[in-house]
């Protein structure tokens, strides 16, 4: 309720000298029209039409135009970074589909399935690893062809942005940190060394990539002028 009150306030001083020319326009037009030389006459009207009309111009068209112009920038800007970074945000998801391919002995999937010879993390939940090749690859070929679609706006981007950062949140908390709690929960000390030493080659290589993706998102959002874009992925323990 307090900008169109402050608003009303600003008008309102506005509308009185409006009002007050108004009424000196008319008893020129009227009543002093025949007592003033013909020039003076006409150079008084045209005066006062001028400085009516500006007044309205000011007062009630000026700064809905000045909005326009200000908002119509703004999303020309606003695309222009979606286009800018879009390459950019093109090569992280290309990293993370070559982090899923990787080599078994730095892909932590892998090294979840190969603990299932143990029967102490047996009751572990995680994907099985021919469920989560084929989900995530379906997954990111699907979006892979939804980027082939960018419209180059900010609003596109910003979906796309979300698409992949909800991809990549399912990743990281039914195949990373889900299982890893349950698995400290069961017992680190029961875990296999070559187990913690393959995660943990993974776990840098996946902490590096995560690190450089939420700087990526927070220079999205400082280039944007605020918070749109996710700034923190919950990492997976130790073991």
Request: net charge positive; with cysteine; charged share 30%.
């Amino acid at each position: 309720m307090a900008v169109p009150i402050e608003k009303e306030s600003k008008l309102g001083p506005l509308a009185a000298i409006i009002g007050t020319l108004a009424t000196i326009l008319i008893v020129v037009m009227t009543v002093a029209r025949a007592s003033f030389p013909v020039y003076l006459y006409y150079v008084v009207v045209i005066l006062l039409f001028v400085a009516i009309f500006s007044l309205l111009f000011y007062g009630f068209l000026a700064h809905p135009i000045y909005d326009f112009i200000k908002k119509k920038w703004k999303i020309k800007k606003h695309n222009a970074l979606a286009r800018k970074y879009f390459n950019e945000f093109e090569h992280f998801t290309e990293r993370f589909g070559e982090l899923l391919w990787q080599s078994t002995t730095v892909n932590i999937p892998h090294a979840l399935r190969d603990s299932q010879s143990s029967q102490k993390f047996r009751q572990v939940f995680y994907p099985s690893t021919h469920d989560f090749y084929n989900h995530f690859r379906d997954l990111l070929d699907c979006f892979k062809e939804r980027l082939k679609r960018f419209d180059r706006t900010k609003e596109d981007f910003i979906l796309l942005v979300n698409e992949f950062d909800t991809i990549l949140n399912m990743y990281n908390e039914f195949c990373l940190c889900k299982p890893i709690k349950e698995i400290r929960g069961i017992g680190r000390d029961k875990v296999k060394e070559s187990f913690k030493e393959d995660y943990k080659k993974f776990k840098g290589a996946y902490e590096r990539f995560i690190g450089d993706y939420t700087d990526f998102e927070k220079k999205l959002n400082k280039e944007f002028g605020k918070i749109i874009f996710r700034e923190h992925f919950e990492m997976p323990e130790e073991l």
